[in-house]
């Protein structure tokens, strides 16, 4: 059954959602290229779950990134080779392994962030006012769900619905 709305209204949201995206997806990617530190999309996702769950385990951090335990102990040496993050053991228990930021890998974070706030403000400047507004209260609504699925790992950032203008930047590439 069609959704009430525009003609031009998506039928499904997942699958509208999965374009949106993927559009975000070309959007950093894109600005990567500028950025001081060259890291993977997969040790960016990283840093963010590792950022957001300080001193989060090797078994969580692959839980969150749907990796094998093997591939998240490469993924955390190359980035520790490179100064992103350190482990250290576990207070409580000498089997477990805590990932934290370095203040490099923050810094790489910030930047990646900026690059990514730098593209999105673009494109929602092309929005008309109420489009954008309506955009934030369901990305909110989004966030809050995923966070009710996935609670561990969640990147840290402002709290879903903050004002919209602070996602309005007046200088746009």
């Given amino acids: 059954m069609p959704r009430p709305g525009p003609a031009s209204a998506p039928e499904d949201p997942a699958a509208a959602l999965?374009?949106?995206?993927?559009?975000?997806?070309?959007l950093q990617a894109r600005g990567q290229d500028g950025a001081s530190a060259a890291v993977s999309p997969s040790q960016l996702r990283a840093l963010l779950a590792v950022e957001g769950a300080e001193g989060i385990n090797l078994r969580a951090l692959g839980a969150v990134l749907g990796s094998s335990p093997p591939s998240v102990t490469r993924l955390c040496d190359r980035m520790?080779?490179?100064?992103?993050?350190?482990?250290?053991p576990h207070p409580s228990s000498r089997r477990e392994v805590e990932?934290?930021?370095?203040?490099?890998?923050?810094?790489?974070?910030?930047?990646?962030?900026?690059?990514?706030?730098?593209?999105?403000?673009?494109?929602?400047?092309?929005?008309?006012?109420?489009?954008?507004?309506?955009?934030?209260?369901?990305?909110?609504?989004?966030?809050?769900?995923?966070?009710?699925?996935?609670?561990?790992?969640?990147?840290?950032?402002?709290?879903?619905?903050?004002?919209?203008?602070?996602?309005?930047?007046?200088?746009?590439?």
Avoid at 18 to 26: H, I, M, N, R, Y
């Fill in 18 to 26: 999965g374009a949106a995206a993927e559009l975000l997806a070309l």
């Fill in 80 to 88: 520790e080779a490179m100064g992103l993050l350190t482990r250290s």
């Fill in 99 to 173: 990932l934290r930021l370095t203040p490099r890998g923050r810094a790489v974070v910030g930047e990646h962030r900026a690059i990514r706030a730098r593209a999105v403000s673009a494109v929602l400047a092309r929005m008309a006012p109420e489009a954008v507004d309506a955009l934030v209260t369901g990305v909110a609504a989004f966030r809050e769900a995923a966070a009710a699925l996935f609670p561990v790992g969640r990147p840290a950032g402002p709290p879903p619905g903050g004002p919209r203008d602070s996602a309005r930047v007046a200088d746009t590439p």
